[in-house]
């Protein structure tokens, strides 16, 4: 690793999504007393810096020395020592006195000289808020005196009123002088204006983060679509994130396809109890909701168990596929894998597995006629590795050719639909009948139930087997809605909403797990994450007609 990338601690925007979380995240693992709010600013001052057609900006907003808790564990000495390594910066000594409540990491453009023909050199930018600009300078004007004796060609430059000090490797002029079409790859840039210190990787990016400034038009905190997402801040924000969709997947080699999302907001909120990340989403065109926003717990619920591991939750599955959400995912899924179904192999192959083995085919034989409220639930099963499964569905006038449909998907699989009683209910159930023969005389059936439903009240009730269901009749007043895990996450969303995932970790870990393998990978990247998490719940929403709001609320063990 080169210092100039070791001193900003860059890498590929997974990695700076995963630092911003991590240093933001940690607090609530290791600590009980909130962050200081008095500490946090409204918003990213360094966005008049940055231009709007930059791939990726990230903020911390509050000084990472307020986030006592983090350095109790000696998280903060390691984000420190990330950013400053191999840069001889000692943090205590040089940083810490004029240091204020701001850090903001940018990725400006894909390549610094926008010349493909001799390689891609995206740009890198950091801006640290200051408040003692004198003292600010004199660590500028020090760490460079340090880098041109270690070595470094140091020059100093004036730009529309700016002193600028850069400096790369003789090797590197050498290489410059005889091949001006070579990338400096070792360079370093620096300077201190107004309230900011800034570094680059490259002279050219400190003069158009000055340029930004001095062209409002040109800069992200003028973009609409950003203007917008300030305004909906959180007052209590600790960190956020601008990403600029079709740049980011150009940025990482990837062809945009299905575009209709033209930019993220991310924001992350701490309470007592977790942290919120809210994800804002735009596009130019109209989105279209799943369903007419809920504004009431879903009644469906009723009939799900308390200790569940995974709930969803929602109404009307028959636009799914024209959604917002669906679009999103398709963007998603396309640029990064080329077509929904490949992704859909790779991160959903339980509803492969599903659909293959049942012949289904989800959006004709079970969305087109769920028009109403609906919740599905996993439920651990100690006996079995497969998770048992209910689905409770409103009636509607769909519901009786929905049953039919369903009812003739079993029957091509070979399984009877028969009738039968369960504490006094009548039950339907998709029987597979199997037939031994011990001897000439004696002939065993067994039979297996795949699958039975039943109607109570205004829902019928859908299992993958006699036993969830009669724990469902006999316990009712044993409701998922009395879950109170469950009712303090979801109050974390506006009431008006499309439905809710609700995870619950500890039960639903190794089910997810055994499903997602790449999960546990994930887990080693996060784990002090994982090993406190409690729940994590996900809900969207939206507040304009042209975006897309996500929230995921992570709800920590104290």
Not at 125 to 130: C, E, N, P
């Amino acid at each position: 690793m080169n210092n100039q990338r070791s001193f900003f601690g860059f890498k590929i925007a997974g990695v700076i999504a995963v630092l911003l979380i991590a240093v933001a995240g940690f607090y609530w693992f290791f600590g009980k007393s909130p962050v200081k709010l008095s500490s946090l600013i409204s918003q990213p001052g360094a966005a008049i810096f940055v231009s709007k057609l930059s791939p990726v900006m990230v903020s911390l907003l509050v000084n990472p020395d307020r986030l006592q808790a983090i350095e109790q564990q000696g998280e903060i000495s390691k984000f420190k020592n990330s950013l400053l390594a191999k840069s001889n910066i000692n943090y205590h000594d040089d940083i810490k006195p004029w240091l204020n409540n701001e850090i903001t990491l940018a990725v400006t453009s894909q390549d610094i000289d926008r010349d493909p023909e001799n390689g891609l050199q995206p740009g890198y930018f950091m801006a640290l808020s200051t408040n003692n600009p004198e003292k600010s300078r004199e660590f500028v004007e020090v760490l460079f005196s340090k880098r041109a004796l270690a070595g470094t060609n140091l020059e100093v430059e004036q730009y529309n009123g700016v002193k600028l000090l850069y400096d790369y490797p003789e090797i590197a002029r050498l290489t410059e002088v005889q091949n001006p079409k070579s990338k400096i790859r070792n360079s370093l840039a620096g300077a201190v204006i107004d309230n900011f210190v800034l570094f680059a990787n490259d002279i050219k990016v400190l003069r158009e983060a000055i340029n930004n400034v001095q062209a409002p038009d040109l800069n992200l905190s003028s973009y609409p679509e950003y203007e917008q997402a300030i305004k909906e801040l959180p007052k209590d924000a600790v960190a956020v994130s601008f990403l600029n969709l079709p740049m980011v997947a150009q940025w990482q080699g990837l062809e945009v396809r299905e575009s209709i999302y033209n930019s993220q907001f991310i924001s992350l909120v701490f309470n007592s109890q977790g942290l919120l990340a809210e994800s804002t989403f735009f596009t130019a065109s109209e989105v279209v909701p799943v369903s007419v926003p809920l504004s009431k717990p879903v009644g469906a619920l009723q009939y799900i168990p308390k200790l569940v591991g995974l709930a969803i939750t929602g109404a009307n599955l028959t636009n799914l596929g024209e959604s917002n959400l669906a679009k999103l995912w398709q963007q998603g899924t396309a640029t990064i894998y080329g077509s929904p179904e490949e992704a859909i192999s790779r991160w959903l192959k339980p509803v492969v597995d599903v659909q293959n083995r049942w012949g289904l085919n989800l959006n004709e034989d079970i969305f087109s006629w769920v028009v109403g409220e609906y919740a599905i639930a996993l439920l651990p099963n100690p006996a079995n590795t497969n998770p048992d499964w209910v689905f409770v569905v409103e009636k509607t006038p769909q519901l009786e050719s929905g049953i039919a449909r369903l009812d003739k998907v079993a029957k091509n699989k070979g399984f009877n639909v028969s009738s039968l009683t369960l504490n006094q209910q009548t039950v339907s159930a998709w029987t597979e009948l199997t037939a031994t023969t011990q001897d000439q005389a004696d002939v065993n059936v067994e039979a297996k139930i795949r699958g039975a439903h039943t109607s109570i009240d205004n829902y019928e009730i859908f299992t993958s087997d006699l036993g969830t269901l009669e724990k469902i009749l006999s316990s009712r007043e044993n409701s998922f809605l009395d879950n109170p895990n469950y009712q303090y996450d979801v109050a974390m969303f506006p009431k008006s909403n499309q439905g809710y995932v609700y995870i619950d970790w500890k039960k639903s870990q190794d089910i997810l797990e055994r499903q997602l393998p790449i999960l546990k990978f994930v887990e080693v990247l996060a784990k002090p994450l994982f090993n406190n998490l409690r729940s994590l719940t996900v809900s969207s929403y939206r507040s304009e007609s042209k975006t897309l709001k996500v929230g995921i609320f992570l709800n920590f063990c104290a």
